[in-house]
């Protein structure tokens, strides 16, 4: 069974604040993701990776920025906390196919 | 890139109808359509999924059409029961720049009332 864990489940920060999510994956896939989830918008990419140190720009990244330093984690940095940033996020990893996903942290900035 | 539109946003059926959730993609070249059922609370998980090379593919209560002349695909639950309840997504996915990744449409609504 794949396991995609995600840091936190709930997070609360405050506006400007420097903001890590971690997620870390027990499969050895190449492949991670990390999406955010809004009403009405479905799930939208923000970033990825498909080796360590690799990093590829999502439909929206503006805001973000990541880390792959280790082929089990990547994290999905927010450089500097805005209200709209407020979402659920969730991490992904797949190979090939079928993604599988963490349980998701919802953060709120306030 | 790719951008997929998925129709309707919320479905309500009563127990035992068939619903039909509808998907559209824009990139020709994308070849692997999965949908994933969201219960309120938890993670995505895959449900089924469809490749380029197949028109129709068949899981029980549940079936998915592809027709790529049209760039569109469909998702069929008949016999709808209440645990059918959840936000189903759509997604497409191809070899865009070389590298895979999953894009997903904003997700259908589905109450299934008894």
């Known amino acids: 069974d794949v396991k995609v864990t995600q840091s936190s489940r709930y997070l609360v920060k405050r506006t400007g604040e420097k903001v890590f999510l971690e997620c870390v994956q027990d499969?050895?896939?190449?492949?991670m993701f990390w999406y955010r989830q809004d009403p009405g918008l479905g799930l939208r990419l923000i970033y990825f990776s498909y080796d360590v140190k690799m990093k590829e720009k999502g439909d929206i990244p503006e805001g973000y920025s990541v880390s792959r330093e280790k082929k089990e984690r990547f994290s999905l940095i927010l450089e500097s906390a805005s209200t709209n940033q407020t979402s659920m996020y969730l991490c992904a990893t797949g190979l090939n196919t079928e993604a599988f996903f963490g349980q998701g942290t919802r953060l709120t900035v306030v | 890139g790719e951008n997929v539109e998925q129709h309707p946003s919320t479905l309500s059926v009563q127990e035992g109808d068939s619903a039909v959730i509808k998907c559209t993609y824009s990139d020709s070249a994308s070849n692997y359509f999965p949908w994933y059922k969201q219960e309120l609370g938890k993670r995505p998980q895959l449900i089924i999924d469809i490749r380029s090379n197949v028109g129709e593919k068949k899981d029980q209560r549940i079936a998915v059409t592809l027709n790529k002349t049209a760039k569109h695909f469909s998702l069929h639950i008949t016999e709808t029961q209440p645990e059918d309840s959840a936000v189903y997504f759509c997604a497409a996915r191809g070899p865009s720049g070389g590298y895979n990744k999953l894009i997903f449409g904003a997700g259908t609504r589905l109450a299934v009332h008894p």
């Open positions: 499969m050895d896939h190449e492949n």
